[in-house]
């Protein structure tokens, strides 16, 4: 039996349904995963789990030059491995190791990534440096087309780069919001005592680069000129402290912390638009799922699975200023028919990524990896 490790600095909740599926997948083709995980220094976005038949390590940080080093005392677990899949990110350290041991070692070595740092300057030295080690792999699994196609470009082959379209589990979401009833809303909207049905919600990590001071002043706008919006904020962050500041004054502004399951999804399908002007990256997929369309920005920054929405089809897709930001949102809350036409945008782009099929596609590439 072949077998397989993949090494994760972290183990956040969202991965477990995909990396439990790819295991049963990959047992189905006689391969063995093992799973190696370590914990984050501080759990700032409380979404760290794990896995009883994982491997859990203690990660070792660093700091050099005011820069984070993270090592993973991990060789042990993986020393019996055909195939070690890494997070592709300059500060993990055992990805130098491991590297270096292609030269003289029959196991193979994948990156599983972004391709380059998608939130720092295309042209700085933290994406020149990790150019310099982009091909240093024996196969790339890319999180979304978009990657495979960039790495195509910096020259690696693109028989070897499996185009994973990165996902989370969608079923059990919208189980959860197909079971939730019109009283269940009712009595959720009543406690939190909102009567409007312009609703907006944001949900996910409060860091810099989701761009919160953006996202309060766009909702204050959209409150002058919609005087019945509501606004409703989960998740946690380096920035709650901007959106637990802002609330003081704002009885129409909801924030409700880090919600999980059942409960964020209840939220969600009282909510009408999911309004990220900065950073969007796996939270399009919770968009799709729980038929809450996406409002953002034409923001740089963006993570690759930006690239799954479609302006005018399953989300608004703004200019980037908080009056363009602004003007399209309103519009959207003012027409029906516009809203109605991104709710079906949603359902069809809701059965194109899932969980399922990343796990399809990932187990995939690795047969063919281990074929190579």
Known sequence: MKKVAIIQKSLPHYRIDFLNKLREELKKNGIELKLIYGKP??????????LNWAVLISNKTYEFRNKELIWQPCLPHIEDQDLVIVEQANKLMLNYLLISKRLFSKQKFAYWGHGRNMQANQDGFRNKFKNVFINQCDWWFAYTKGVKKY??????????????QNAINTQSLIKEFESISQ??????KEKLGITSENVGIYCGGIYEEKRIPFLIEAIDQIKERVPDFEMLVIGAGTDAHLIEKAVLDRPWLKYLGPKFGREKVLYFKLSKLFLMPGLVGLAVIDSFALQTPMATTDFPFHSPEFEYLENGINSVVSGNSV??????????????????HLIKGCQESNTTYTSEKMA???ANGIIECLKD
């Open 360 to 362: 399809s596609n990932f």
């Open 151 to 164: 790495l195509s470009e910096v020259g690696f082959p693109s028989q070897k780069i499996t185009a994973v």
């Open 41 to 50: 220094k501080n759990d700032i976005k409380k979404d760290e789990v794990d």
């Open 323 to 340: 009056r363009e930001y602004v003007d399209a949102v309103i519009e959207i809350l003012s027409d029906t028919t516009k809203y109605d």
């Open 183 to 188: 009283e269940e809303i009712k009595n959720l």
